[in-house]
């Protein structure tokens, strides 16, 4: 069946889809990198996104069990890849990508010349679009409605049984944020991003605030509950959407990317070290305005952007990249053992 990818100044490109057969509208983000399609799926900050993958051949090694993923489905609204792969070969492959989306009903397409559909994206910014298929459907602006409230889980889990205890504020977070935690024996417990954790008289020693989806200031109720974190001089631990509501909690400010940061290959520089790490990363907004206590601990050394707050005194501390990395890559899982010396 063939398919339109229709932008909102008129621009459009012909497709064949492989995935479920239905009209989508979302925004239009791309990501760089070889490997990962399942977990990049399953990542609820793609939420009311339609990803472009820029590597060619996408599909080749399959889908592999539920327990890999990020969470427990496709996050993202619809797919477009150069070339799909309907022959996977891979020895922990279950299902072809194309079973998998049709199985969740998410649409995509094969559009040959992602090259051109990615410089349009890279020179005007990200996009709304729609994916055409069967009906004609209205553009929609994910970054309009609350997506942390869509995407975070609802009740609250504990698991492990460490004698150090951490909750974990869900805004949409990666399933290997919890296991990098768990594998380092904490009891951790994970509360939805809106859970008041001191009316329920929870007992912690640390917060890790997870990453997610849209606008940092939508997340009014996570924010609130650092504020209050940050005054009881608790530790936190903020993961991309994470850095961000932290920042707004102490005061300071976030803005809007024009094409944000989505990959395994983003480059960021260790401030006051001649280090540079190679990260994970998937978010459209940054740090703008540093809050005051607080000093730059990392930067993008591609844009210059923010990356990274540190406390100058203080426990606190947030990262705007993936240090869990799930697929990859893995040089600053460092910061889970760092965050745990502040416990």
């Not at 530790?235 to 959407?241: E, M, R, S, T, V």
Request: proline share 5%; charged share 25%; hydrophobic share 35%.
């Amino acid at each position: 069946m063939k398919g339109k990818l229709i932008f909102k100044d008129g621009t459009e490109f012909l497709g064949s889809s492989f995935g479920f057969d239905s009209s989508v509208a979302g925004e239009i983000v791309f990501s760089t990198g070889m490997i990962g399609y399942p977990e990049s799926l399953t990542d609820p900050s793609f939420k009311g996104q339609i990803l472009v993958l820029t590597y060619p051949l996408i599909g080749n090694y399959g889908v592999f069990d539920k327990k890999y993923w990020e969470s427990n489905k496709i996050q993202v609204s619809g797919l477009i890849v150069s070339n799909y792969i309907d022959t996977p070969s891979h020895f922990e492959s279950e299902m072809t990508l194309g079973q998998w989306l049709k199985k969740e009903k998410i649409p995509a397409l094969e559009i040959k010349d992602t090259r051109a559909l990615t410089q349009k994206i890279r020179d005007e910014g990200n996009s709304l679009v729609k994916m055409i298929l069967d009906k004609d459907v209205d553009f929609y602006d994910p970054n309009k409605v609350n997506l942390v409230a869509e995407v975070a889980n609802k009740e609250v889990i504990k698991e492990g049984n460490g004698k150090k205890k951490v909750v974990l504020i869900d805004c949409g977070v990666k399933e290997n944020i919890r296991r990098e935690l768990l594998e380092r024996n904490l009891t951790v417990t994970t509360v939805p991003w809106n859970f008041d954790i001191f009316e329920n008289k929870m007992e912690f020693d640390g917060v890790v605030i997870s990453s997610g989806p849209g606008d940092p200031k939508m997340a009014d109720k996570t924010i609130e509950t650092v504020k209050k974190l940050i005054k009881k001089e608790i530790p936190i631990f903020g993961i991309c959407l994470g850095n961000q509501i932290l920042a707004l909690a102490a005061g300071g400010d976030t803005y809007k990317l024009k094409l944000g940061h989505r990959g395994q290959n983003q480059p960021c520089k260790l401030i006051g070290s001649p280090k540079c790490f190679m990260t994970t990363q998937n978010h459209g907004f940054a740090i703008g305005k540093i809050p005051k206590g607080f000093k730059p601990w990392f930067v993008n050394a591609n844009d210059g952007t923010n990356e990274g707050i540190i406390h100058e005194k203080l426990p606190f501390m947030s990262v705007q990249f993936h240090p869990e990395s799930s697929p990859g890559t893995w040089d600053t899982e460092w910061l889970f053992d760092f965050f745990l010396k502040n416990l």
